[in-house]
């Protein structure tokens, strides 16, 4: 009979929150909790109740911000350190196979890439956009910013993508790719990812952006976040991409860590441009990959110009905005603003409410499900401000409300407020910059709209 006492159990500890580190991931830690005893506060912080905790430890392996630890009761922490002392010091710690291979996984992908979209030979601005804040997530990452080219004749956007930021330009120039199509873009890019690997992809949140990063994420396997509106990188290398959630009430910040690559559409006018440095140049990598065009399915037969339709009116683009909302009553009121507008330079905008009244076209729609403008001034006349419509203009450099309520959200974010009737306010605006027009002859829009 052996007289050697039975080992005693390598305790397992409960889960505790490191006061100061969580980042209110959405709750990833009490989705993976398989005992539920995990609650979230208003603030998205995880309240532990350790007596129901069994010591997993998946809510500590899953925090993308290290905020969670496990504790050990003064009688545990004697029994691990007599373990310690019996293996000689060597608690190994246990790291299971499938985390290894997702280590080499994630280790396996390098670089940032920004899928330039281009018409005609002629970018999206969105594409430059994303160039900066490429730069910006490359650098944090120690990686170069690589700009993925597609379409025909279009090796000059090289230069420009290098100008922006891209140290690489990855070029797949061929006349498959002349018009976008779903289907040879999607390959060529699933192409590339699986050629060099990259970690993170960015695209525009155009009609072509979307159509593309869905179909590529879909291919390829991985995740992917649109309309972002803030991206960052985190201390283990994964892209937190920051977005509204429920109705644009709260901002949810995803990740995508176990998969790669790591992808994103933005909306234009969300990021700033980049400034752009003449001469700088990079390498381009041309990529011959083209499918044959008897494989693809979609042939473009014309195509037919929306900038030929009949409103012109590039919302998005415009330098001064003058937008209104159901406080404008009726359709025929818009040409109140469209004076204003003309008066100023600028083009009219709208709220949701006035275009889903019919009064204005949807083209012309701010906010969440609108565009997203960045003017330099955006005039509010009869708009409450709804985070839905502020989402979509509370970058812009001067914001002017006008609202007959006090009360109204707009005013928080608002540079200049008038309480008043915007058919007063309005009339007396055009007025005044009519004769500061003609008093100067040399007219400064910002200063007699402020
Ligand atoms: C999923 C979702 C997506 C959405 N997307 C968008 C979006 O992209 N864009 C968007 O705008 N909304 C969007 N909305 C709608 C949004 O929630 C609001 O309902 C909308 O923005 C309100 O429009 P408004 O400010 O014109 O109207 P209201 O909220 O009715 O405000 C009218 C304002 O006019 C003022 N007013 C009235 N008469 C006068 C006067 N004579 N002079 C001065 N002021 C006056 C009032 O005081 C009031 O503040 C979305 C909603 C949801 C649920
Ligand atoms: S250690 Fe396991 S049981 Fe305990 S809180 Fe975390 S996930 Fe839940
Ligand atoms: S997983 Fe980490 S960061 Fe996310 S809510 Fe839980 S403690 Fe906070």
Known sequence: MSDTKPKPKKPRGTARLISGRCIACGARCQSSCPVNCIEMTDSGEPVIETAICIGCLKCVKICPAAALEMSFTPEEQKILAALAKDQAGAVEEEIDEEGRQLER??????????????????????????????????????????????GH???????????????????LDAPVYL?????????????????????????????????????VATVVGTGLTADCTGLGIDDKRNLMQTRPAFGGNIMAT??????????????????????????????????????????????VLEVINDRDGKDQVDVAAAEIIVSGGRGLMNKENFALLQELADELGGVVGASRSAVDAGWIAHSRQVGQ???????????????????????GMQDSDTIIAINRDAEAPIFQIATYGVVGDLFQVVPALIARVRELKGQSGRYEPARAAA
């Open 254 to 299: 995803i990740m995508c860590d176990r998969f790669r690559p790591q992808m994103a559409t933005v909306r234009p006018h969300v990021m700033p441009m980049p400034e752009i440095r003449p001469g700088r140049t990079g390498e381009i990598i041309h990529e011959p990959f083209a499918p044959p065009e008897e494989a693809v399915l979609v042939k």
């Open 105 to 150: 996984m994630l280790a396996s992908y390098r670089g940032v890439w920004v899928v330039i979209e281009q018409y005609e030979g002629v970018t999206a601005k969105v594409s430059w956009e994303l160039l900066g804040t490429g730069a910006e997530l490359a650098a944090a990452l120690g990686v170069h910013l690589g700009a993925v080219i597609l």
């Open 369 to 391: 499900t609108g565009k997203t403008v960045r003017p330099r001034i955006y005039i509010a006349c009869g708009i409450s401000g709804a985070i839905q419509h502020m989402v």
């Open 153 to 171: 004749d279009v090796g000059h956007l090289c230069r420009e993508a290098f100008e922006h930021g891209a140290d690489t330009a990855i070029l």
């Open 179 to 215: 018009h976008y199509r779903t289907q040879p873009y999607c390959e060529a890019i699933c192409h590339v990812i699986e050629k060099h690997r990259p970690e993170v992809i960015l695209m525009g949140a155009t009609a072509q952006g979307r159509d593309l990063a869905g179909a």
